[in-house]
C-alpha cells in the first residue's frame, strides 16, 4: 500500500499521535491557502463526514487519507478534527478509486471513463493505469494515446504530490513548488535531494537559508561536498545579480565564505579547484590579454607563472558574456570614424565646445525655467567623445551628471537633423530617461522588436 506524509506540526518537526486517528476519502475541498498550506476538508471516514482542519498538501476530491490529530469543538463551526500529521494513501477500495477518477483530478476521465476502468481492472486499476498502460488502451474507447496520457498524468500528480510534501514542511508554498515542478518536471524531487542548492540558484524567491535548512535535512551539512560547490556557485551568482560582479578574487571568495560557512578554507579550496577541473567556473587573471583569443580554453586560464593573488573566479556562462561583449566592444570602436553621420567638425574641439555651451543655454533644453546647467570638464569632454567616436561608453556615480549628459547629447543631435532612438533595459529605466531627455524613449527588447518569454 502507497503512503505519503505530511507532517504539519512545526513544519515537518515530527507530531506525536496523541489524541486520535482518521481514515477516509476526500469528500470535498472546502478552503486551500497556497500561500501557507492551511486547509479545510470534508473526510467521509466509517459513513461520517467529518471536518478536518490544519496544514496539507495540495489534494483532490476522492483521494483516501490517514489523519492524526485532536478534536476540537468549534465555537462557530462545531465539533472538527484538527490535524497534526497527514498520511496519503492509494485508494484500496472501488468506490475510493472511483471517487477520484471521477473527481476530475485526472484530465479525460469523467464518470463513464471511471466506471469503465473499474470495471476492467477493480481495485487494481491505478496500478494497472501507471504501469501498464497497453491493457488500458484496449478498453473500449481509449486507445494507445488517451491510456498514455493517463499514465503520465498519473506520474505527474504522485510526482507534485511528492514534492510539494518534501518541501511544504521548510515554508515552500504552493505557488512556488509549482514554479518549481514546472523548472525541473518529474525529477524535481531527485534533483532536489541531490543537490538543494540548486533550487537556490534556479528559482527566484527560494534563498540560501532555506537551501541550508534542506542540507541538513539531508545529511549534507558542514564541510560535505554537496554544500562546498553549491554555496560556492550561489555566491558567485548572488554577486553577479545583487552587485553587478561578473567575477570575484579567489582570495576573498574562499576566506568569506569560509568564515560563513565555518568550514576549513583547503576544504573550500578543493572543493572550488574541482569546479574549475568540471568546467563549471573559470579561474584567471583578469588582466592577462590573451583572455579575449577564440581559443582561449575554459578551467583554469591562470599561467603557473603568475600571482596567484591575482587570481579571480567567474561562472563559465558569465565568462563567456563578458569574452563576446568585449570583442564586440572593440569591433564597434575600432569602425572608422567615416562610417558615422556625425558632422566632422566636431573633430574641432572649439567648434565642439561651442556647440556644447549653445545647447545648454537653450531653454528648450531644461526641465524648468529655473534651471541652469553649465557642463563641467569631465562632461564636455564625455560630449565630444560621444560625438566623434564611433562608438562610447558614458559612466558614473551619482550626481555626476550623467543624465545632463546624455540630455545634452540629444538635444545637438536633433539639431543636427539626425534620428535618436532613446532605450533602457528596464521599463522603470525607459520612463526616467523619456523624462530626463523630454523624448520617447523604450525598453531595449521592445526596440529590437525582441519577443521574449
Known amino acids: 500500500m502507497e503512503q505519503e506524509s505530511f507532517l504539519t506540526d512545526d513544519f ?6 496523541t489524541d486520535g486517528q482518521l481514515e477516509g476519502v476526500v469528500e470535498r475541498i472546502i478552503f486551500h491557502n497556497e500561500s501557507n498550506a492551511f486547509t479545510i476538508i470534508e473526510l467521509l471516514s466509517d459513513q461520517d463526514e467529518v471536518i478536518v482542519t490544519g496544514k496539507m498538501p495540495p489534494l483532490n476530491v476522492g483521494e483516501t487519507l490517514r489523519v ?10 462545531g ?4 490535524a497534526r500529521s497527514v498520511l496519503k494513501q492509494a485508494p484500496r477500495s472501488e468506490a475510493a478509486i472511483y471517487a477520484f477518477l471521477s473527481s476530475g483530478a485526472i484530465k479525460g476521465i469523467g464518470e463513464k471513463t471511471a ?3 473499474i470495471d476492467a481492472f477493480g481495485s487494481e486499476t491505478l496500478e494497472i493505469m501507471r504501469e501498464k498502460p497497453e491493457r488500458v488502451a484496449r478498453i473500449s474507447g481509449i486507445g494507445k494515446k488517451r491510456a498514455k496520457n493517463f499514465q503520465e498524468a498519473l506520474q505527474k500528480e504522485r510526482s507534485y504530490q511528492e514534492l510539494s510534501l518534501l518541501l511544504l514542511p521548510y515554508g515552500i508554498g504552493p505557488s512556488r513548488i509549482r514554479t518549481i515542478y514546472k523548472e525541473l518536471g518529474d525529477s524535481a524531487e531527485a534533483v532536489i535531494r ?4 540548486y533550487l537556490a540558484q534556479r528559482v527566484r524567491g527560494i534563498g540560501f537559508e532555506t537551501a541550508e535548512r534542506l542540507a ?4 549534507m551539512s558542514g564541510d560535505h561536498p554537496v554544500r562546498l560547490r553549491g554555496s560556492l556557485l550561489y555566491t558567485l551568482q548572488q554577486s553577479l545579480f545583487q552587485d553587478g560582479h561578473s567575477f570575484l578574487k579567489e582570495k576573498n571568495l574562499l576566506q568569506n565564505l569560509a568564515r560563513r560557512l565555518e568550514v576549513d578554507e583547503a576544504k573550500l579550496h578543493a572543493a572550488l579547484d574541482k569546479l574549475v577541473e568540471e568546467e563549471m567556473v573559470v579561474r584567471f587573471d583578469p588582466d592577462n590579454p590573451d583572455l579575449l583569443k577564440l581559443e582561449v580554453e575554459f578551467g583554469s586560464n591562470l599561467p603557473a607563472e603568475a600571482d596567484p593573488e591575482k587570481a579571480v573566479i567567474a561562472m563559465r556562462s558569465v565568462f563567456m558574456l563578458e569574452q563576446d561583449l568585449t570583442r564586440t566592444v572593440r569591433v564597434l570602436a575600432g569602425r572608422p570614424e567615416a562610417q558615422c553621420e556625425i558632422d566632422p567638425r566636431y573633430g574641432d574641439t572649439v567648434y565642439c565646445d561651442r556647440v556644447i555651451s549653445k545647447a545648454a543655454a537653450q531653454t528648450s533644453f531644461r526641465i524648468d525655467s529655473e534651471e541652469i546647467i553649465t557642463p563641467g570638464k569631465d562632461q564636455i569632454k564625455a560630449l565630444q ?9 558614458l559612466t558614473g556615480g551619482p550626481g555626476t551628471g550623467k543624465t545632463s549628459t546624455v540630455r545634452l547629447l540629444t538635444r545637438i543631435l536633433l539639431a543636427d537633423g539626425l534620428e535618436v532612438k532613446l532605450a533602457a533595459p528596464t521599463g522603470r529605466a525607459a520612463r526616467r530617461m523619456e523624462e530626463v531627455c523630454q523624448m520617447e524613449a523604450t ?11
Open 12 to 17: 515537518g518537526q515530527e507530531a506525536v499521535d
Open 68 to 77: 492524526q490529530g485532536e478534536w476540537s469543538d468549534h465555537p462557530k463551526y
Open 79 to 82: 465539533l472538527q478534527f484538527t
Open 115 to 117: 466506471e469503465k476502468l
Open 194 to 197: 541531490q543537490n538543494p542548492y
Open 216 to 219: 541538513e535535512a539531508f545529511g
Open 385 to 393: 567623445m560621444a560625438l566623434t567616436a564611433p562608438f562610447s561608453i
Open 443 to 453: 525598453t531595449i527588447h521592445r526596440l529590437l522588436d525582441l519577443q521574449l518569454d
